[in-house]
């Protein structure tokens, strides 16, 4: 994969790009500014950006800003955004193009490189993956109490990781069960929530991270 | 019928009225009359004799002038609803310091007792209200007293007139008996606007008011300040900091394993990881409640969607504009939403909460209504306080009305310019 890497502090910035580099990926350019990141996702157009939310100039949410504007230029554009905090007000402005290829994960995710490489390349796929954390607050959040107070344990569970971008087999690896078992609950699941249950792994994240976004 | 009895009921209670402003602000001016008969009573030729008068009229004037001023001010109060600040100055504590002696902010007292009475006479004696009361017992007998004396006036003259056989005096007293009816509604109102004019605190008064308050509130805001860097402090002595000393310790004891035994070497790793996971977000909470990034990125209006988006209730969130206000305020607004978000949970076992900020020429208003149960008092040590406290930095003001039952609706203020 061709990436490029946007990130301020160079510690980081250096071991993002090592790290890349390790799993066998390419990193064509890297950005320490909200401007540089919108140059280089427009002139290279990488198979995946990795973007942390607060650059200079202004220390502000620059990078996001950045990922935006270069989505609405190229949309689809795969952007991995890494931040110290996640709120879910940067998670629904990144979903709401309904386009996929977001990424949304707190900066310790790299420290299970495995993982971050696998969500890296799902999203460079045009998938959708979002820090557990997220999903939690997403889950917790007021509306969807309610609405979600229908399905089991279970299926709250399942839900949860069907949410940060995860395909039914490895839904079923994390929860011990068989995919078989998953695709049950999910089935059920999406009667439920009367969400149409959708082939494609990618459509199917995105239908679900609209309804738990719509309030 | 009906509207001659209101007519009469009006003039009877106005009468009455006019009767207590024309007694109250000529008090000043009898005494000041008494003195001048006592003078010529006792000889108006030897200058002695006036001596016992002006001490009268020096020594009564000001211990009388605050009593009328007092009574004036209640009477307005209690019959137009105009309220009219005193203004005058109140005694500070008195303080023992570690030498045994009381401190008054004046002087230095043996006893207590001592240290308050001085401390009484000297507020007492160096109150500018003094100089607005005694101009005011000048001022009310020429105007509301003048105007007031109409109707007792018109009454005594028409009793004195209509006792005498002749008509043209019978003329008279009938003309003041109509005076005496026509202004009795009227003639005691002339007392509210002079009161307002000249019993309200005076420029310099207002300053000395507003110097207390600010140095109370700098006082609190220091405290606080204090306090939030010492849990500052503590939170990252007893969270981050540690976990770092164990995570240090974890990676030395792995790397001298590293050989011996790497599988023990690999579960400590892990543990380190798992350790830096924690402390960062332990950090994470820490700067959450500091600053939240959001508000440092957004600003207040895109900060309350986020707080709202994570919290239990269901909360909606109306906002027509984008303002950028000065960090403190956008700050101190902030954690107080925030605050009467977590109270709307956490007491008033809430469900829904509704959010609107606005902007007008005065200021900023927010409004945060939840279904709660309702039956919220503001406490003086209760968080409410501790809010109120906190906007009144910035001149801000919260209103609460909660019956109990619900729902409760908060209303904030911060003037600021638009």
Not at chain 2, 75 to 80: A, D, E, N, P, S
Request: with cysteine.
């Amino acid at each position: 994969m061709r990436i490029v890497v946007a990130e301020d502090l160079y510690l980081l910035r250096d071991g993002m790009v090592r790290l890349i580099e390790a799993c066998g990926h390419q990193v064509v350019a890297t950005a320490a500014t909200g401007p540089e990141t919108l140059e280089a996702l427009l002139t290279w157009r990488p198979d995946v950006a990795v973007i942390d939310v607060r650059m200079p100039p202004t220390q502000s949410d620059e990078g996001l800003r950045a990922a935006l504007a270069a989505r609405s230029e190229l949309p689809g554009l795969p952007v991995f955004i890494l931040s110290q905090y996640v709120e879910q007000l940067y998670a629904r402005e990144l979903l709401a193009d309904g386009a996929g290829g977001i990424g949304y994960f707190l900066k310790e995710s790299v420290f299970d490189a495995d993982q971050f490489i696998d969500a890296l390349e799902r999203v460079a796929g045009g998938g959708t993956a979002m820090d557990p954390a997220v999903i939690a607050k997403l889950l917790s959040s007021g509306s969807s109490n309610r609405r979600l107070e229908r399905l089991t344990e279970r299926e709250h569970s399942v839900l949860g990781l069907m949410a940060e971008g995860l395909s039914n087999q490895a839904i079923g690896q994390r929860l011990f069960l068989s995919e078989s078992a998953i695709s049950k609950y999910t089935t059920s699941m999406f009667g439920k929530l009367g969400i149409s249950d959708d082939d494609t792994n990618n459509r199917r994240v995105l239908a679900v991270l609209t309804y738990l976004n719509n309030p | 019928m009906r509207q001659l009895g209101s007519w009469l009921a009006r003039a009877g209670v106005g009468f009455v009225r006019a009767c207590v402003v024309a007694a109250i602000s000529m008090l000043v001016p009898a005494l000041w009359a008494a003195a001048v008969a006592l003078g010529i009573w006792w000889g108006a030729g030897n200058p002695w004799s006036w001596v016992a008068p002006v001490v009268l009229v020096c020594g009564g004037t000001l211990p009388l002038s605050r009593p009328v001023c007092r009574m004036v001010r209640f009477l307005v109060t209690k019959w137009t609803a105009t309220v009219i600040p005193a203004g005058y100055r109140e005694a500070g504590p008195v303080t023992r310091m570690s030498t045994g002696y009381w401190w008054n902010g004046f002087s230095y007292e043996r006893t207590r007792r001592d240290a308050l009475l001085d401390q009484k006479w000297r507020v007492r004696w160096r109150d500018p209200a003094n100089w607005r009361d005694l101009r005011f017992t000048a001022i009310a007998p020429l105007t509301a007293g003048v105007v007031a004396s109409l109707p007792p006036a018109g009454v005594a003259v028409a009793v004195l007139g209509l006792g005498q056989p002749e008509s043209a005096a019978r003329v008279v007293g009938v003309l003041g008996l109509v005076v005496a009816f026509a202004s009795a509604p009227y003639a005691w109102r002339c007392v509210e606007p002079v009161a307002v004019r000249f019993l309200r605190p005076s420029p310099a008064m207002a300053l000395a008011d507003r110097v207390d308050e600010l140095t109370a509130q700098r006082a609190d805001a220091t405290v606080a300040q204090a306090a939030e860097i010492r849990r500052i402090e503590r939170d990252l002595h007893d969270g981050a900091q540690a976990r770092l000393v164990g995570l240090g310790l974890s990676l030395a004891t792995a790397e001298k394993l590293m050989e011996t035994d790497p599988d023990q070497a690999r579960t400590l790793m892990r543990e380190a990881r798992a350790g830096a996971t924690a402390s960062l977000t332990e950090l994470r909470e820490l700067v959450q409640g500091i600053n939240p990034p959001v508000l440092n990125d957004r600003g207040l209006v895109d900060a309350v969607r986020a707080l709202a988006l994570d919290s239990p209730l269901e909360t909606a969130v109306s906002a027509d504009l984008q303002l950028r206000l000065d960090p403190p305020i956008e700050s101190a607004l902030y954690f107080a939403i925030a605050e009467l978000l977590t109270n709307a949970v956490k007491h008033a076992r809430a469900t829904l909460a509704r959010i609107s900020i606005t902007q007008d020429d005065t200021g900023i208003v927010i409004d945060v209504e939840d279904d709660g149960r309702g039956g919220v008092g503001v406490r003086a040590d209760g968080g409410l306080a501790g809010l109120r406290r906190r906007l009144a930095v910035f001149d801000g003001t919260l209103e609460i009305t909660s019956p109990a039952g619900g729902p409760t609706r908060v209303r904030m203020m911060v003037p600021c310019e638009s």
